[in-house]
Nanobody
Framework: QVQLVESGGDLVQAGGSLRLSCAAS????????IGWYRQAPGKQRELVAR???????NYANSVSGRFAISRDNAKNTVYLHMNRLKPEDTAVYYC???????WGQGTQVTVSS
């Protein structure tokens, strides 16, 4: 059983930056594909970024060029680096392990205009 814990969410002004962390326990994160999702009020949860076990990455068009996903296998942690934040990035952000299908509890990101 994989347990995921997100952290790093905060209130930030438009144009600012944040780094979210997803710490895993109970499994070997380094072999798993991990995704960051977000869900804004009244909207469906959407995939923002994904990293494969081999290190390849994919991004939603809305965040491409602004967000970057990375992983530190020694720390069993995946990060989401968010730059040039916009009010429309406001959402609860979740990490997801595609292999175990586990989800974290989410971390709130609020971007003020």
């Amino acid at each position: 059983q994989v347990q995921l814990v997100e952290s790093g969410g905060d209130l930030v002004q438009a144009g600012g930056s944040l780094r979210l962390s997803c710490a895993a326990s109970g499994s070997i994160l380094s072999i798993n594909a991990i995704g960051w999702y977000r869900q804004a009020p009244g909207k469906q949860r959407e995939l923002v970024a994904r990293t494969s076990s081999g290190g390849s990455t994919n991004y939603a068009n809305s965040v491409s060029g602004r967000f970057a996903i990375s992983r530190d296998n020694a720390k069993n942690t995946v990060y989401l680096h968010m730059n040039r934040l916009k009010p429309e990035d406001t959402a609860v952000y979740y990490c997801h392990d595609f292999l175990s299908r586990s989800w974290g509890q989410g971390t709130q990101v609020t971007v003020s205009s």
